[in-house]
């Protein structure tokens, strides 16, 4: 299956602060990737899906001023967190689709990023 | 429209004996369902998924899962619990043309030595 990496793994930073939070597909080319964020003992909850060369698709509730995703290429996504607040201390996870075939429509998911914010 | 509902959200066994994690979905198209496991402060392993092939599937770590669509229901089972099995699982359905993924909300699993 596809490996995807995520960077920081961790990452501590001041409210009112931006952070930037990379998803990289290592070996398949993803031209759809997903924004997951785990809040503490909860499930993950969908943010938005993000297609390469058109703008992400938020969820319902999410802001997409606050959470800025830029699907560069094939192999990474970026999202930013503006303006973080303590409030957005949480664990992002992020995750690109199987294109078919034998990868059917698993998704594979990076790492996770765990965000704290002062 | 698609859901799926993780009956408990906690499970505790005994090292060595069977593991079940009940799982029911709902969906409006032929779903695709899938088992992953999440230890403490990682990101998720894919344990089984069932897309349409055969309704009994073999996975990692001994686990497998019975689909059946008569209860459209998805439960992982184990023989043997192992101490290692100590995780967060979580039941996944996708289906429709947009392969929208929903997961439920995550049962922990504890094993007790």
């Known amino acids: 299956g596809a490996v995807v990496s995520q960077h920081p793994s961790r990452v501590i930073c001041k409210s009112g602060t931006s952070v930037k939070i990379e998803c990289r597909s290592l070996?398949?080319?993803?031209?759809?990737m997903f924004w997951y964020r785990q809040f503490p003992k909860q499930s993950l909850m969908l943010m938005a899906t993000s297609n390469e060369g058109s703008k992400a698709t938020y969820e319902q509730g999410v802001e997409k001023d606050k959470f800025l995703i830029n699907h560069a290429s094939l192999t990474l996504s970026t999202l930013t967190v503006t303006s973080a607040h303590p409030e957005d201390s949480s664990f992002y996870i992020c995750?690109?689709?199987?294109?078919?075939?034998?990868?059917?429509?698993?998704?594979?998911f990076g790492p996770g990023t765990r965000l704290t914010v002062l | 429209a698609q859901s799926v509902t993780q009956l408990d959200s906690h499970v505790s066994v005994s090292e060595g004996t069977p593991v079940l994690l009940r799982c029911n979905y709902s969906s409006s198209y032929s779903p695709s369902l899938f088992w992953y496991v999440q230890h403490p402060n990682k990101g998720l392993q894919l344990l089984l998924k069932?897309?349409?092939?055969?309704?009994l599937v073999k996975g990692i770590n001994g686990f497998e899962a019975e689909f059946k669509k008569s209860e459209t229901s998805f439960h992982l089972t184990k023989p043997s619990a192992h101490m290692s099995d100590a995780a967060e699982y979580f039941c996944?359905?996708?289906?429709?043309?947009?392969?929208?993924?929903?997961f439920g909300t995550g049962t922990k699993l504890q094993v007790i030595p």
């Open positions: 070996d398949f080319q993803a031209t759809t």
């Open positions: 069932y897309t349409s092939a055969a309704t």
């Open positions: 996944v359905v996708s289906s429709g043309g947009y392969q929208k993924v929903t």
């Open positions: 995750s690109v689709r199987g294109g078919g075939g034998a990868g059917g429509n698993e998704q594979f």
